[in-house]
């Protein structure tokens, strides 16, 4: 019997289980690599990220680093290196000038002004800022101090200081030629005026600050601050100001030497910067009736009480002037009260009272004024020494050959001039106020009094250089801040 044999038909689906597997395996291996890819570019991202954090920090602790050297108050004070790095409080760092703070690891070179070798950082900014003063025409280069004693600094280069412009700026400041930046001026100083950048007239100047900070593994950051000086911005509109309440039976007072041929009140800028101001300034009319009434008669000397306007004596008549000011009104009690703690805070010494010459700090002197806050009376015999701003939180006693270059602010009620001698001079501005203050916070105004002896000393003189000097920088403010593309 013959065999029969069975022909089964392959099935069409046979080995798409195979196919399914490997296509599987396939898709989970590009899974895999492409999570792995992705891993890696996070990781790399996020080490960029980190390099990039620590570069722009670094370059910032440059920045601070310099803001924080520009305050008189500060130990690392610029103005304290031999010969000083900066130029004295009043007077202005030049276009062209350049002072650079350089930061090297050991063993490394750091010299921003080398152009042409990149391995020493250069200062390639400067010349986009700077083109009618490239290169610059003074350079100098101070070392930079240790943040923390014993702790190395932050990895930036190099910090810049310099005077600034509106090229410099990009900015026109005094919207003289709005939208055409081809006009920006590039000779002239930018001031600061306490509240705006300006190239008109003002007391201080604004600072650019510029830091590269550079890392092992090449991240680079260059950062730049503009900055201008806040002051403790005391409003002086007349050579002597008795300032009290004006009240009938207690007024302020003013008694002169009588005929002494050398005191004078004077109002005429000594310093030839500015117009004359008042010689005397009172607050009120009852306090213009006394002071005005004890300076024309019998007095045979009320010429030498001179200042604006012209007439003799030269006496404000109320209301006061009272320039707007934003940190002091010093015709109101409780904005001086609010006032006292700022200055305090700000001085370089502070004392507690009664006190003499002996107790002035000898460090004073005119390239290095200071703030000296007396909480208590002051005596003063032939002292000439006295160069800032001296806050008397009590009376002022001083003989006729003692004096003082600044601003003296006396709030205990009465400044006295006592004994024979002479040739002493108060140079800027002088305030004689008797702030009243409670425990409760309240304050008000009593008798303001000031008392010459024969022959009196030189007297006060107006000088606007004076009062500027003597009021310092108590901070560096940030008007600007940005970030420079740095090759």
Request: proline share 9%; hydrophobic share 40%; net charge negative.
């Amino acid at each position: 019997m013959a065999k029969r044999f069975k022909i089964r038909r392959k099935r069409e689906e046979s080995g798409v289980a195979l196919l399914l597997a490997i296509f599987v395996l396939l898709l989970v291996a590009v899974v895999g690599i492409a999570m792995m890819a992705a891993s890696g570019t996070e990781t790399s991202l996020a080490s960029n990220y980190r390099s990039s954090t620590a570069a722009y920090y670094a370059a910032m602790s440059g920045l601070e680093e310099a803001r924080g050297r520009l305050l008189p108050k500060n130990a690392n004070y610029l103005g304290n290196l031999s010969p000083p790095a900066i130029p004295p409080i009043g007077t202005s760092l030049p276009l062209g000038s350049a002072i650079y703070i350089t930061n090297p690891l050991p063993g490394e070179t750091v010299d921003p002004t080398n152009l042409g070798n990149p391995a020493t950082f250069p200062d390639t900014e400067w010349a986009t800022e700077f083109p009618n003063f490239n290169p610059a025409s003074s350079v100098r280069i101070v070392n930079s101090v240790a943040s923390f004693g014993g702790e190395p600094n932050a990895l930036y280069k190099w910090v810049r200081i310099n005077a600034v412009d509106e090229l410099a700026l990009l900015v026109d400041v005094n919207n003289s030629n709005p939208g055409d930046y081809s006009a920006l001026n590039k000779f002239q100083i930018v001031r600061f005026d306490g509240t705006n950048l300006t190239r008109g007239p003002a007391s201080y100047q604004a600072l650019g600050i510029t830091a590269l900070a550079a890392l092992p593994d090449g991240s680079r950051k260059l950062l730049q601050y503009v900055v201008g000086p806040i002051t403790l911005q005391i409003p002086v509109t007349s050579a002597l100001t008795l300032s009290g309440p004006g009240t009938t039976g207690n007024v302020a007072a003013f008694n002169p030497p009588a005929n002494a041929t050398s005191f004078y009140v004077n109002g005429s800028d000594q310093c030839s910067v500015k117009l004359p101001i008042p010689a005397v300034g009172v607050t009120n009319d009852d306090d213009y009736t006394s002071v005005n009434g004890s300076l024309s008669t019998p007095s045979p000397n009320a010429n030498h009480y001179t200042g604006a306007g012209g007439y003799i004596p030269n006496v404000t008549q109320s209301p006061y002037p009272v320039p707007a000011n934003p940190t002091v009104n010093m015709t109101d009690p409780i904005s001086l009260s609010n006032f006292l703690p700022i200055v305090q805070n700000a001085a370089d010494v502070v004392l507690n009272g009664p006190r003499t010459e002996a107790d002035m700090p000898s460090a004073m002197s005119p390239s290095n004024p200071m703030t000296v806050y007396v909480n208590g009376d002051l005596s003063l015999t032939s002292f000439n020494n006295g160069y800032g701003l001296l806050v008397v939180r009590g009376n002022l006693t001083y003989t006729g050959d003692s004096g003082w270059k600044g601003i003296v602010i006396v709030l205990g009620g009465t400044m006295q001039e006592v004994g024979s001698l002479d040739g002493g001079e108060f140079d800027g501005a002088v305030y004689v106020l008797d702030l009243i203050t409670t425990a409760g916070g309240g304050a008000s105004l009593g008798l303001p009094t000031y008392i010459v002896s024969h022959p009196g000393g030189a007297g006060i003189h107006y000088n606007s250089c004076w009062v500027t000097t003597a009021q310092k920088p108590i901070s560096y403010k940030v008007l600007a801040f940005r970030e420079i593309p740095y090759p």
